[in-house]
């Protein structure tokens, strides 16, 4: 085999031109094109079940935000476990009803609680 063709074979690079994958391309231009393009196709399928897990995460927080919000917005006895066991929270939903105009929920909450102690 000469030199020409070991070169027309395997292409710059030591690039085989002969093989199923780099059919139809002239060069190494080509060849490094279509590596990348092959490279983005793969990453494609990655990328969309990332974006779709991060999708779901806040699906997930907003509706546990909502159910908390519920819970506590309907039982006092919950926020009173929720002033035990995690007082900021607690202290989040007093303020979100306070900027909401409904006041005094705190100052009853705390007459209760000082009630059943005694």
């Known amino acids: 085999m000469t030199h020409s063709q070991r070169d027309t074979e395997a292409g710059p690079l030591g690039t085989n031109w002969n093989c199923p994958w780099t059919r139809g391309l002239k060069n190494a231009e080509d060849l490094a094109h279509n590596n990348r393009a092959r490279m983005v196709r793969t990453l494609e399928p990655l990328a969309k079940k990332i974006f779709k897990g991060v999708l779901v995460a806040e699906f997930l927080g907003v509706a546990g935000a909502y ?11 919950f926020r009173q476990t929720m002033s035990k066991k995690f007082p900021f929270i607690l202290e989040v939903y007093y303020k979100s009803i306070e900027c909401s105009g409904m006041y005094g929920v705190r100052q009853q909450d705390q007459e209760k609680w000082l009630n059943n102690k005694s």
Do not use: I, R
């Open 67 to 77: 159910v908390l919000f519920n819970k506590m917005d309907t039982s006092q006895d």
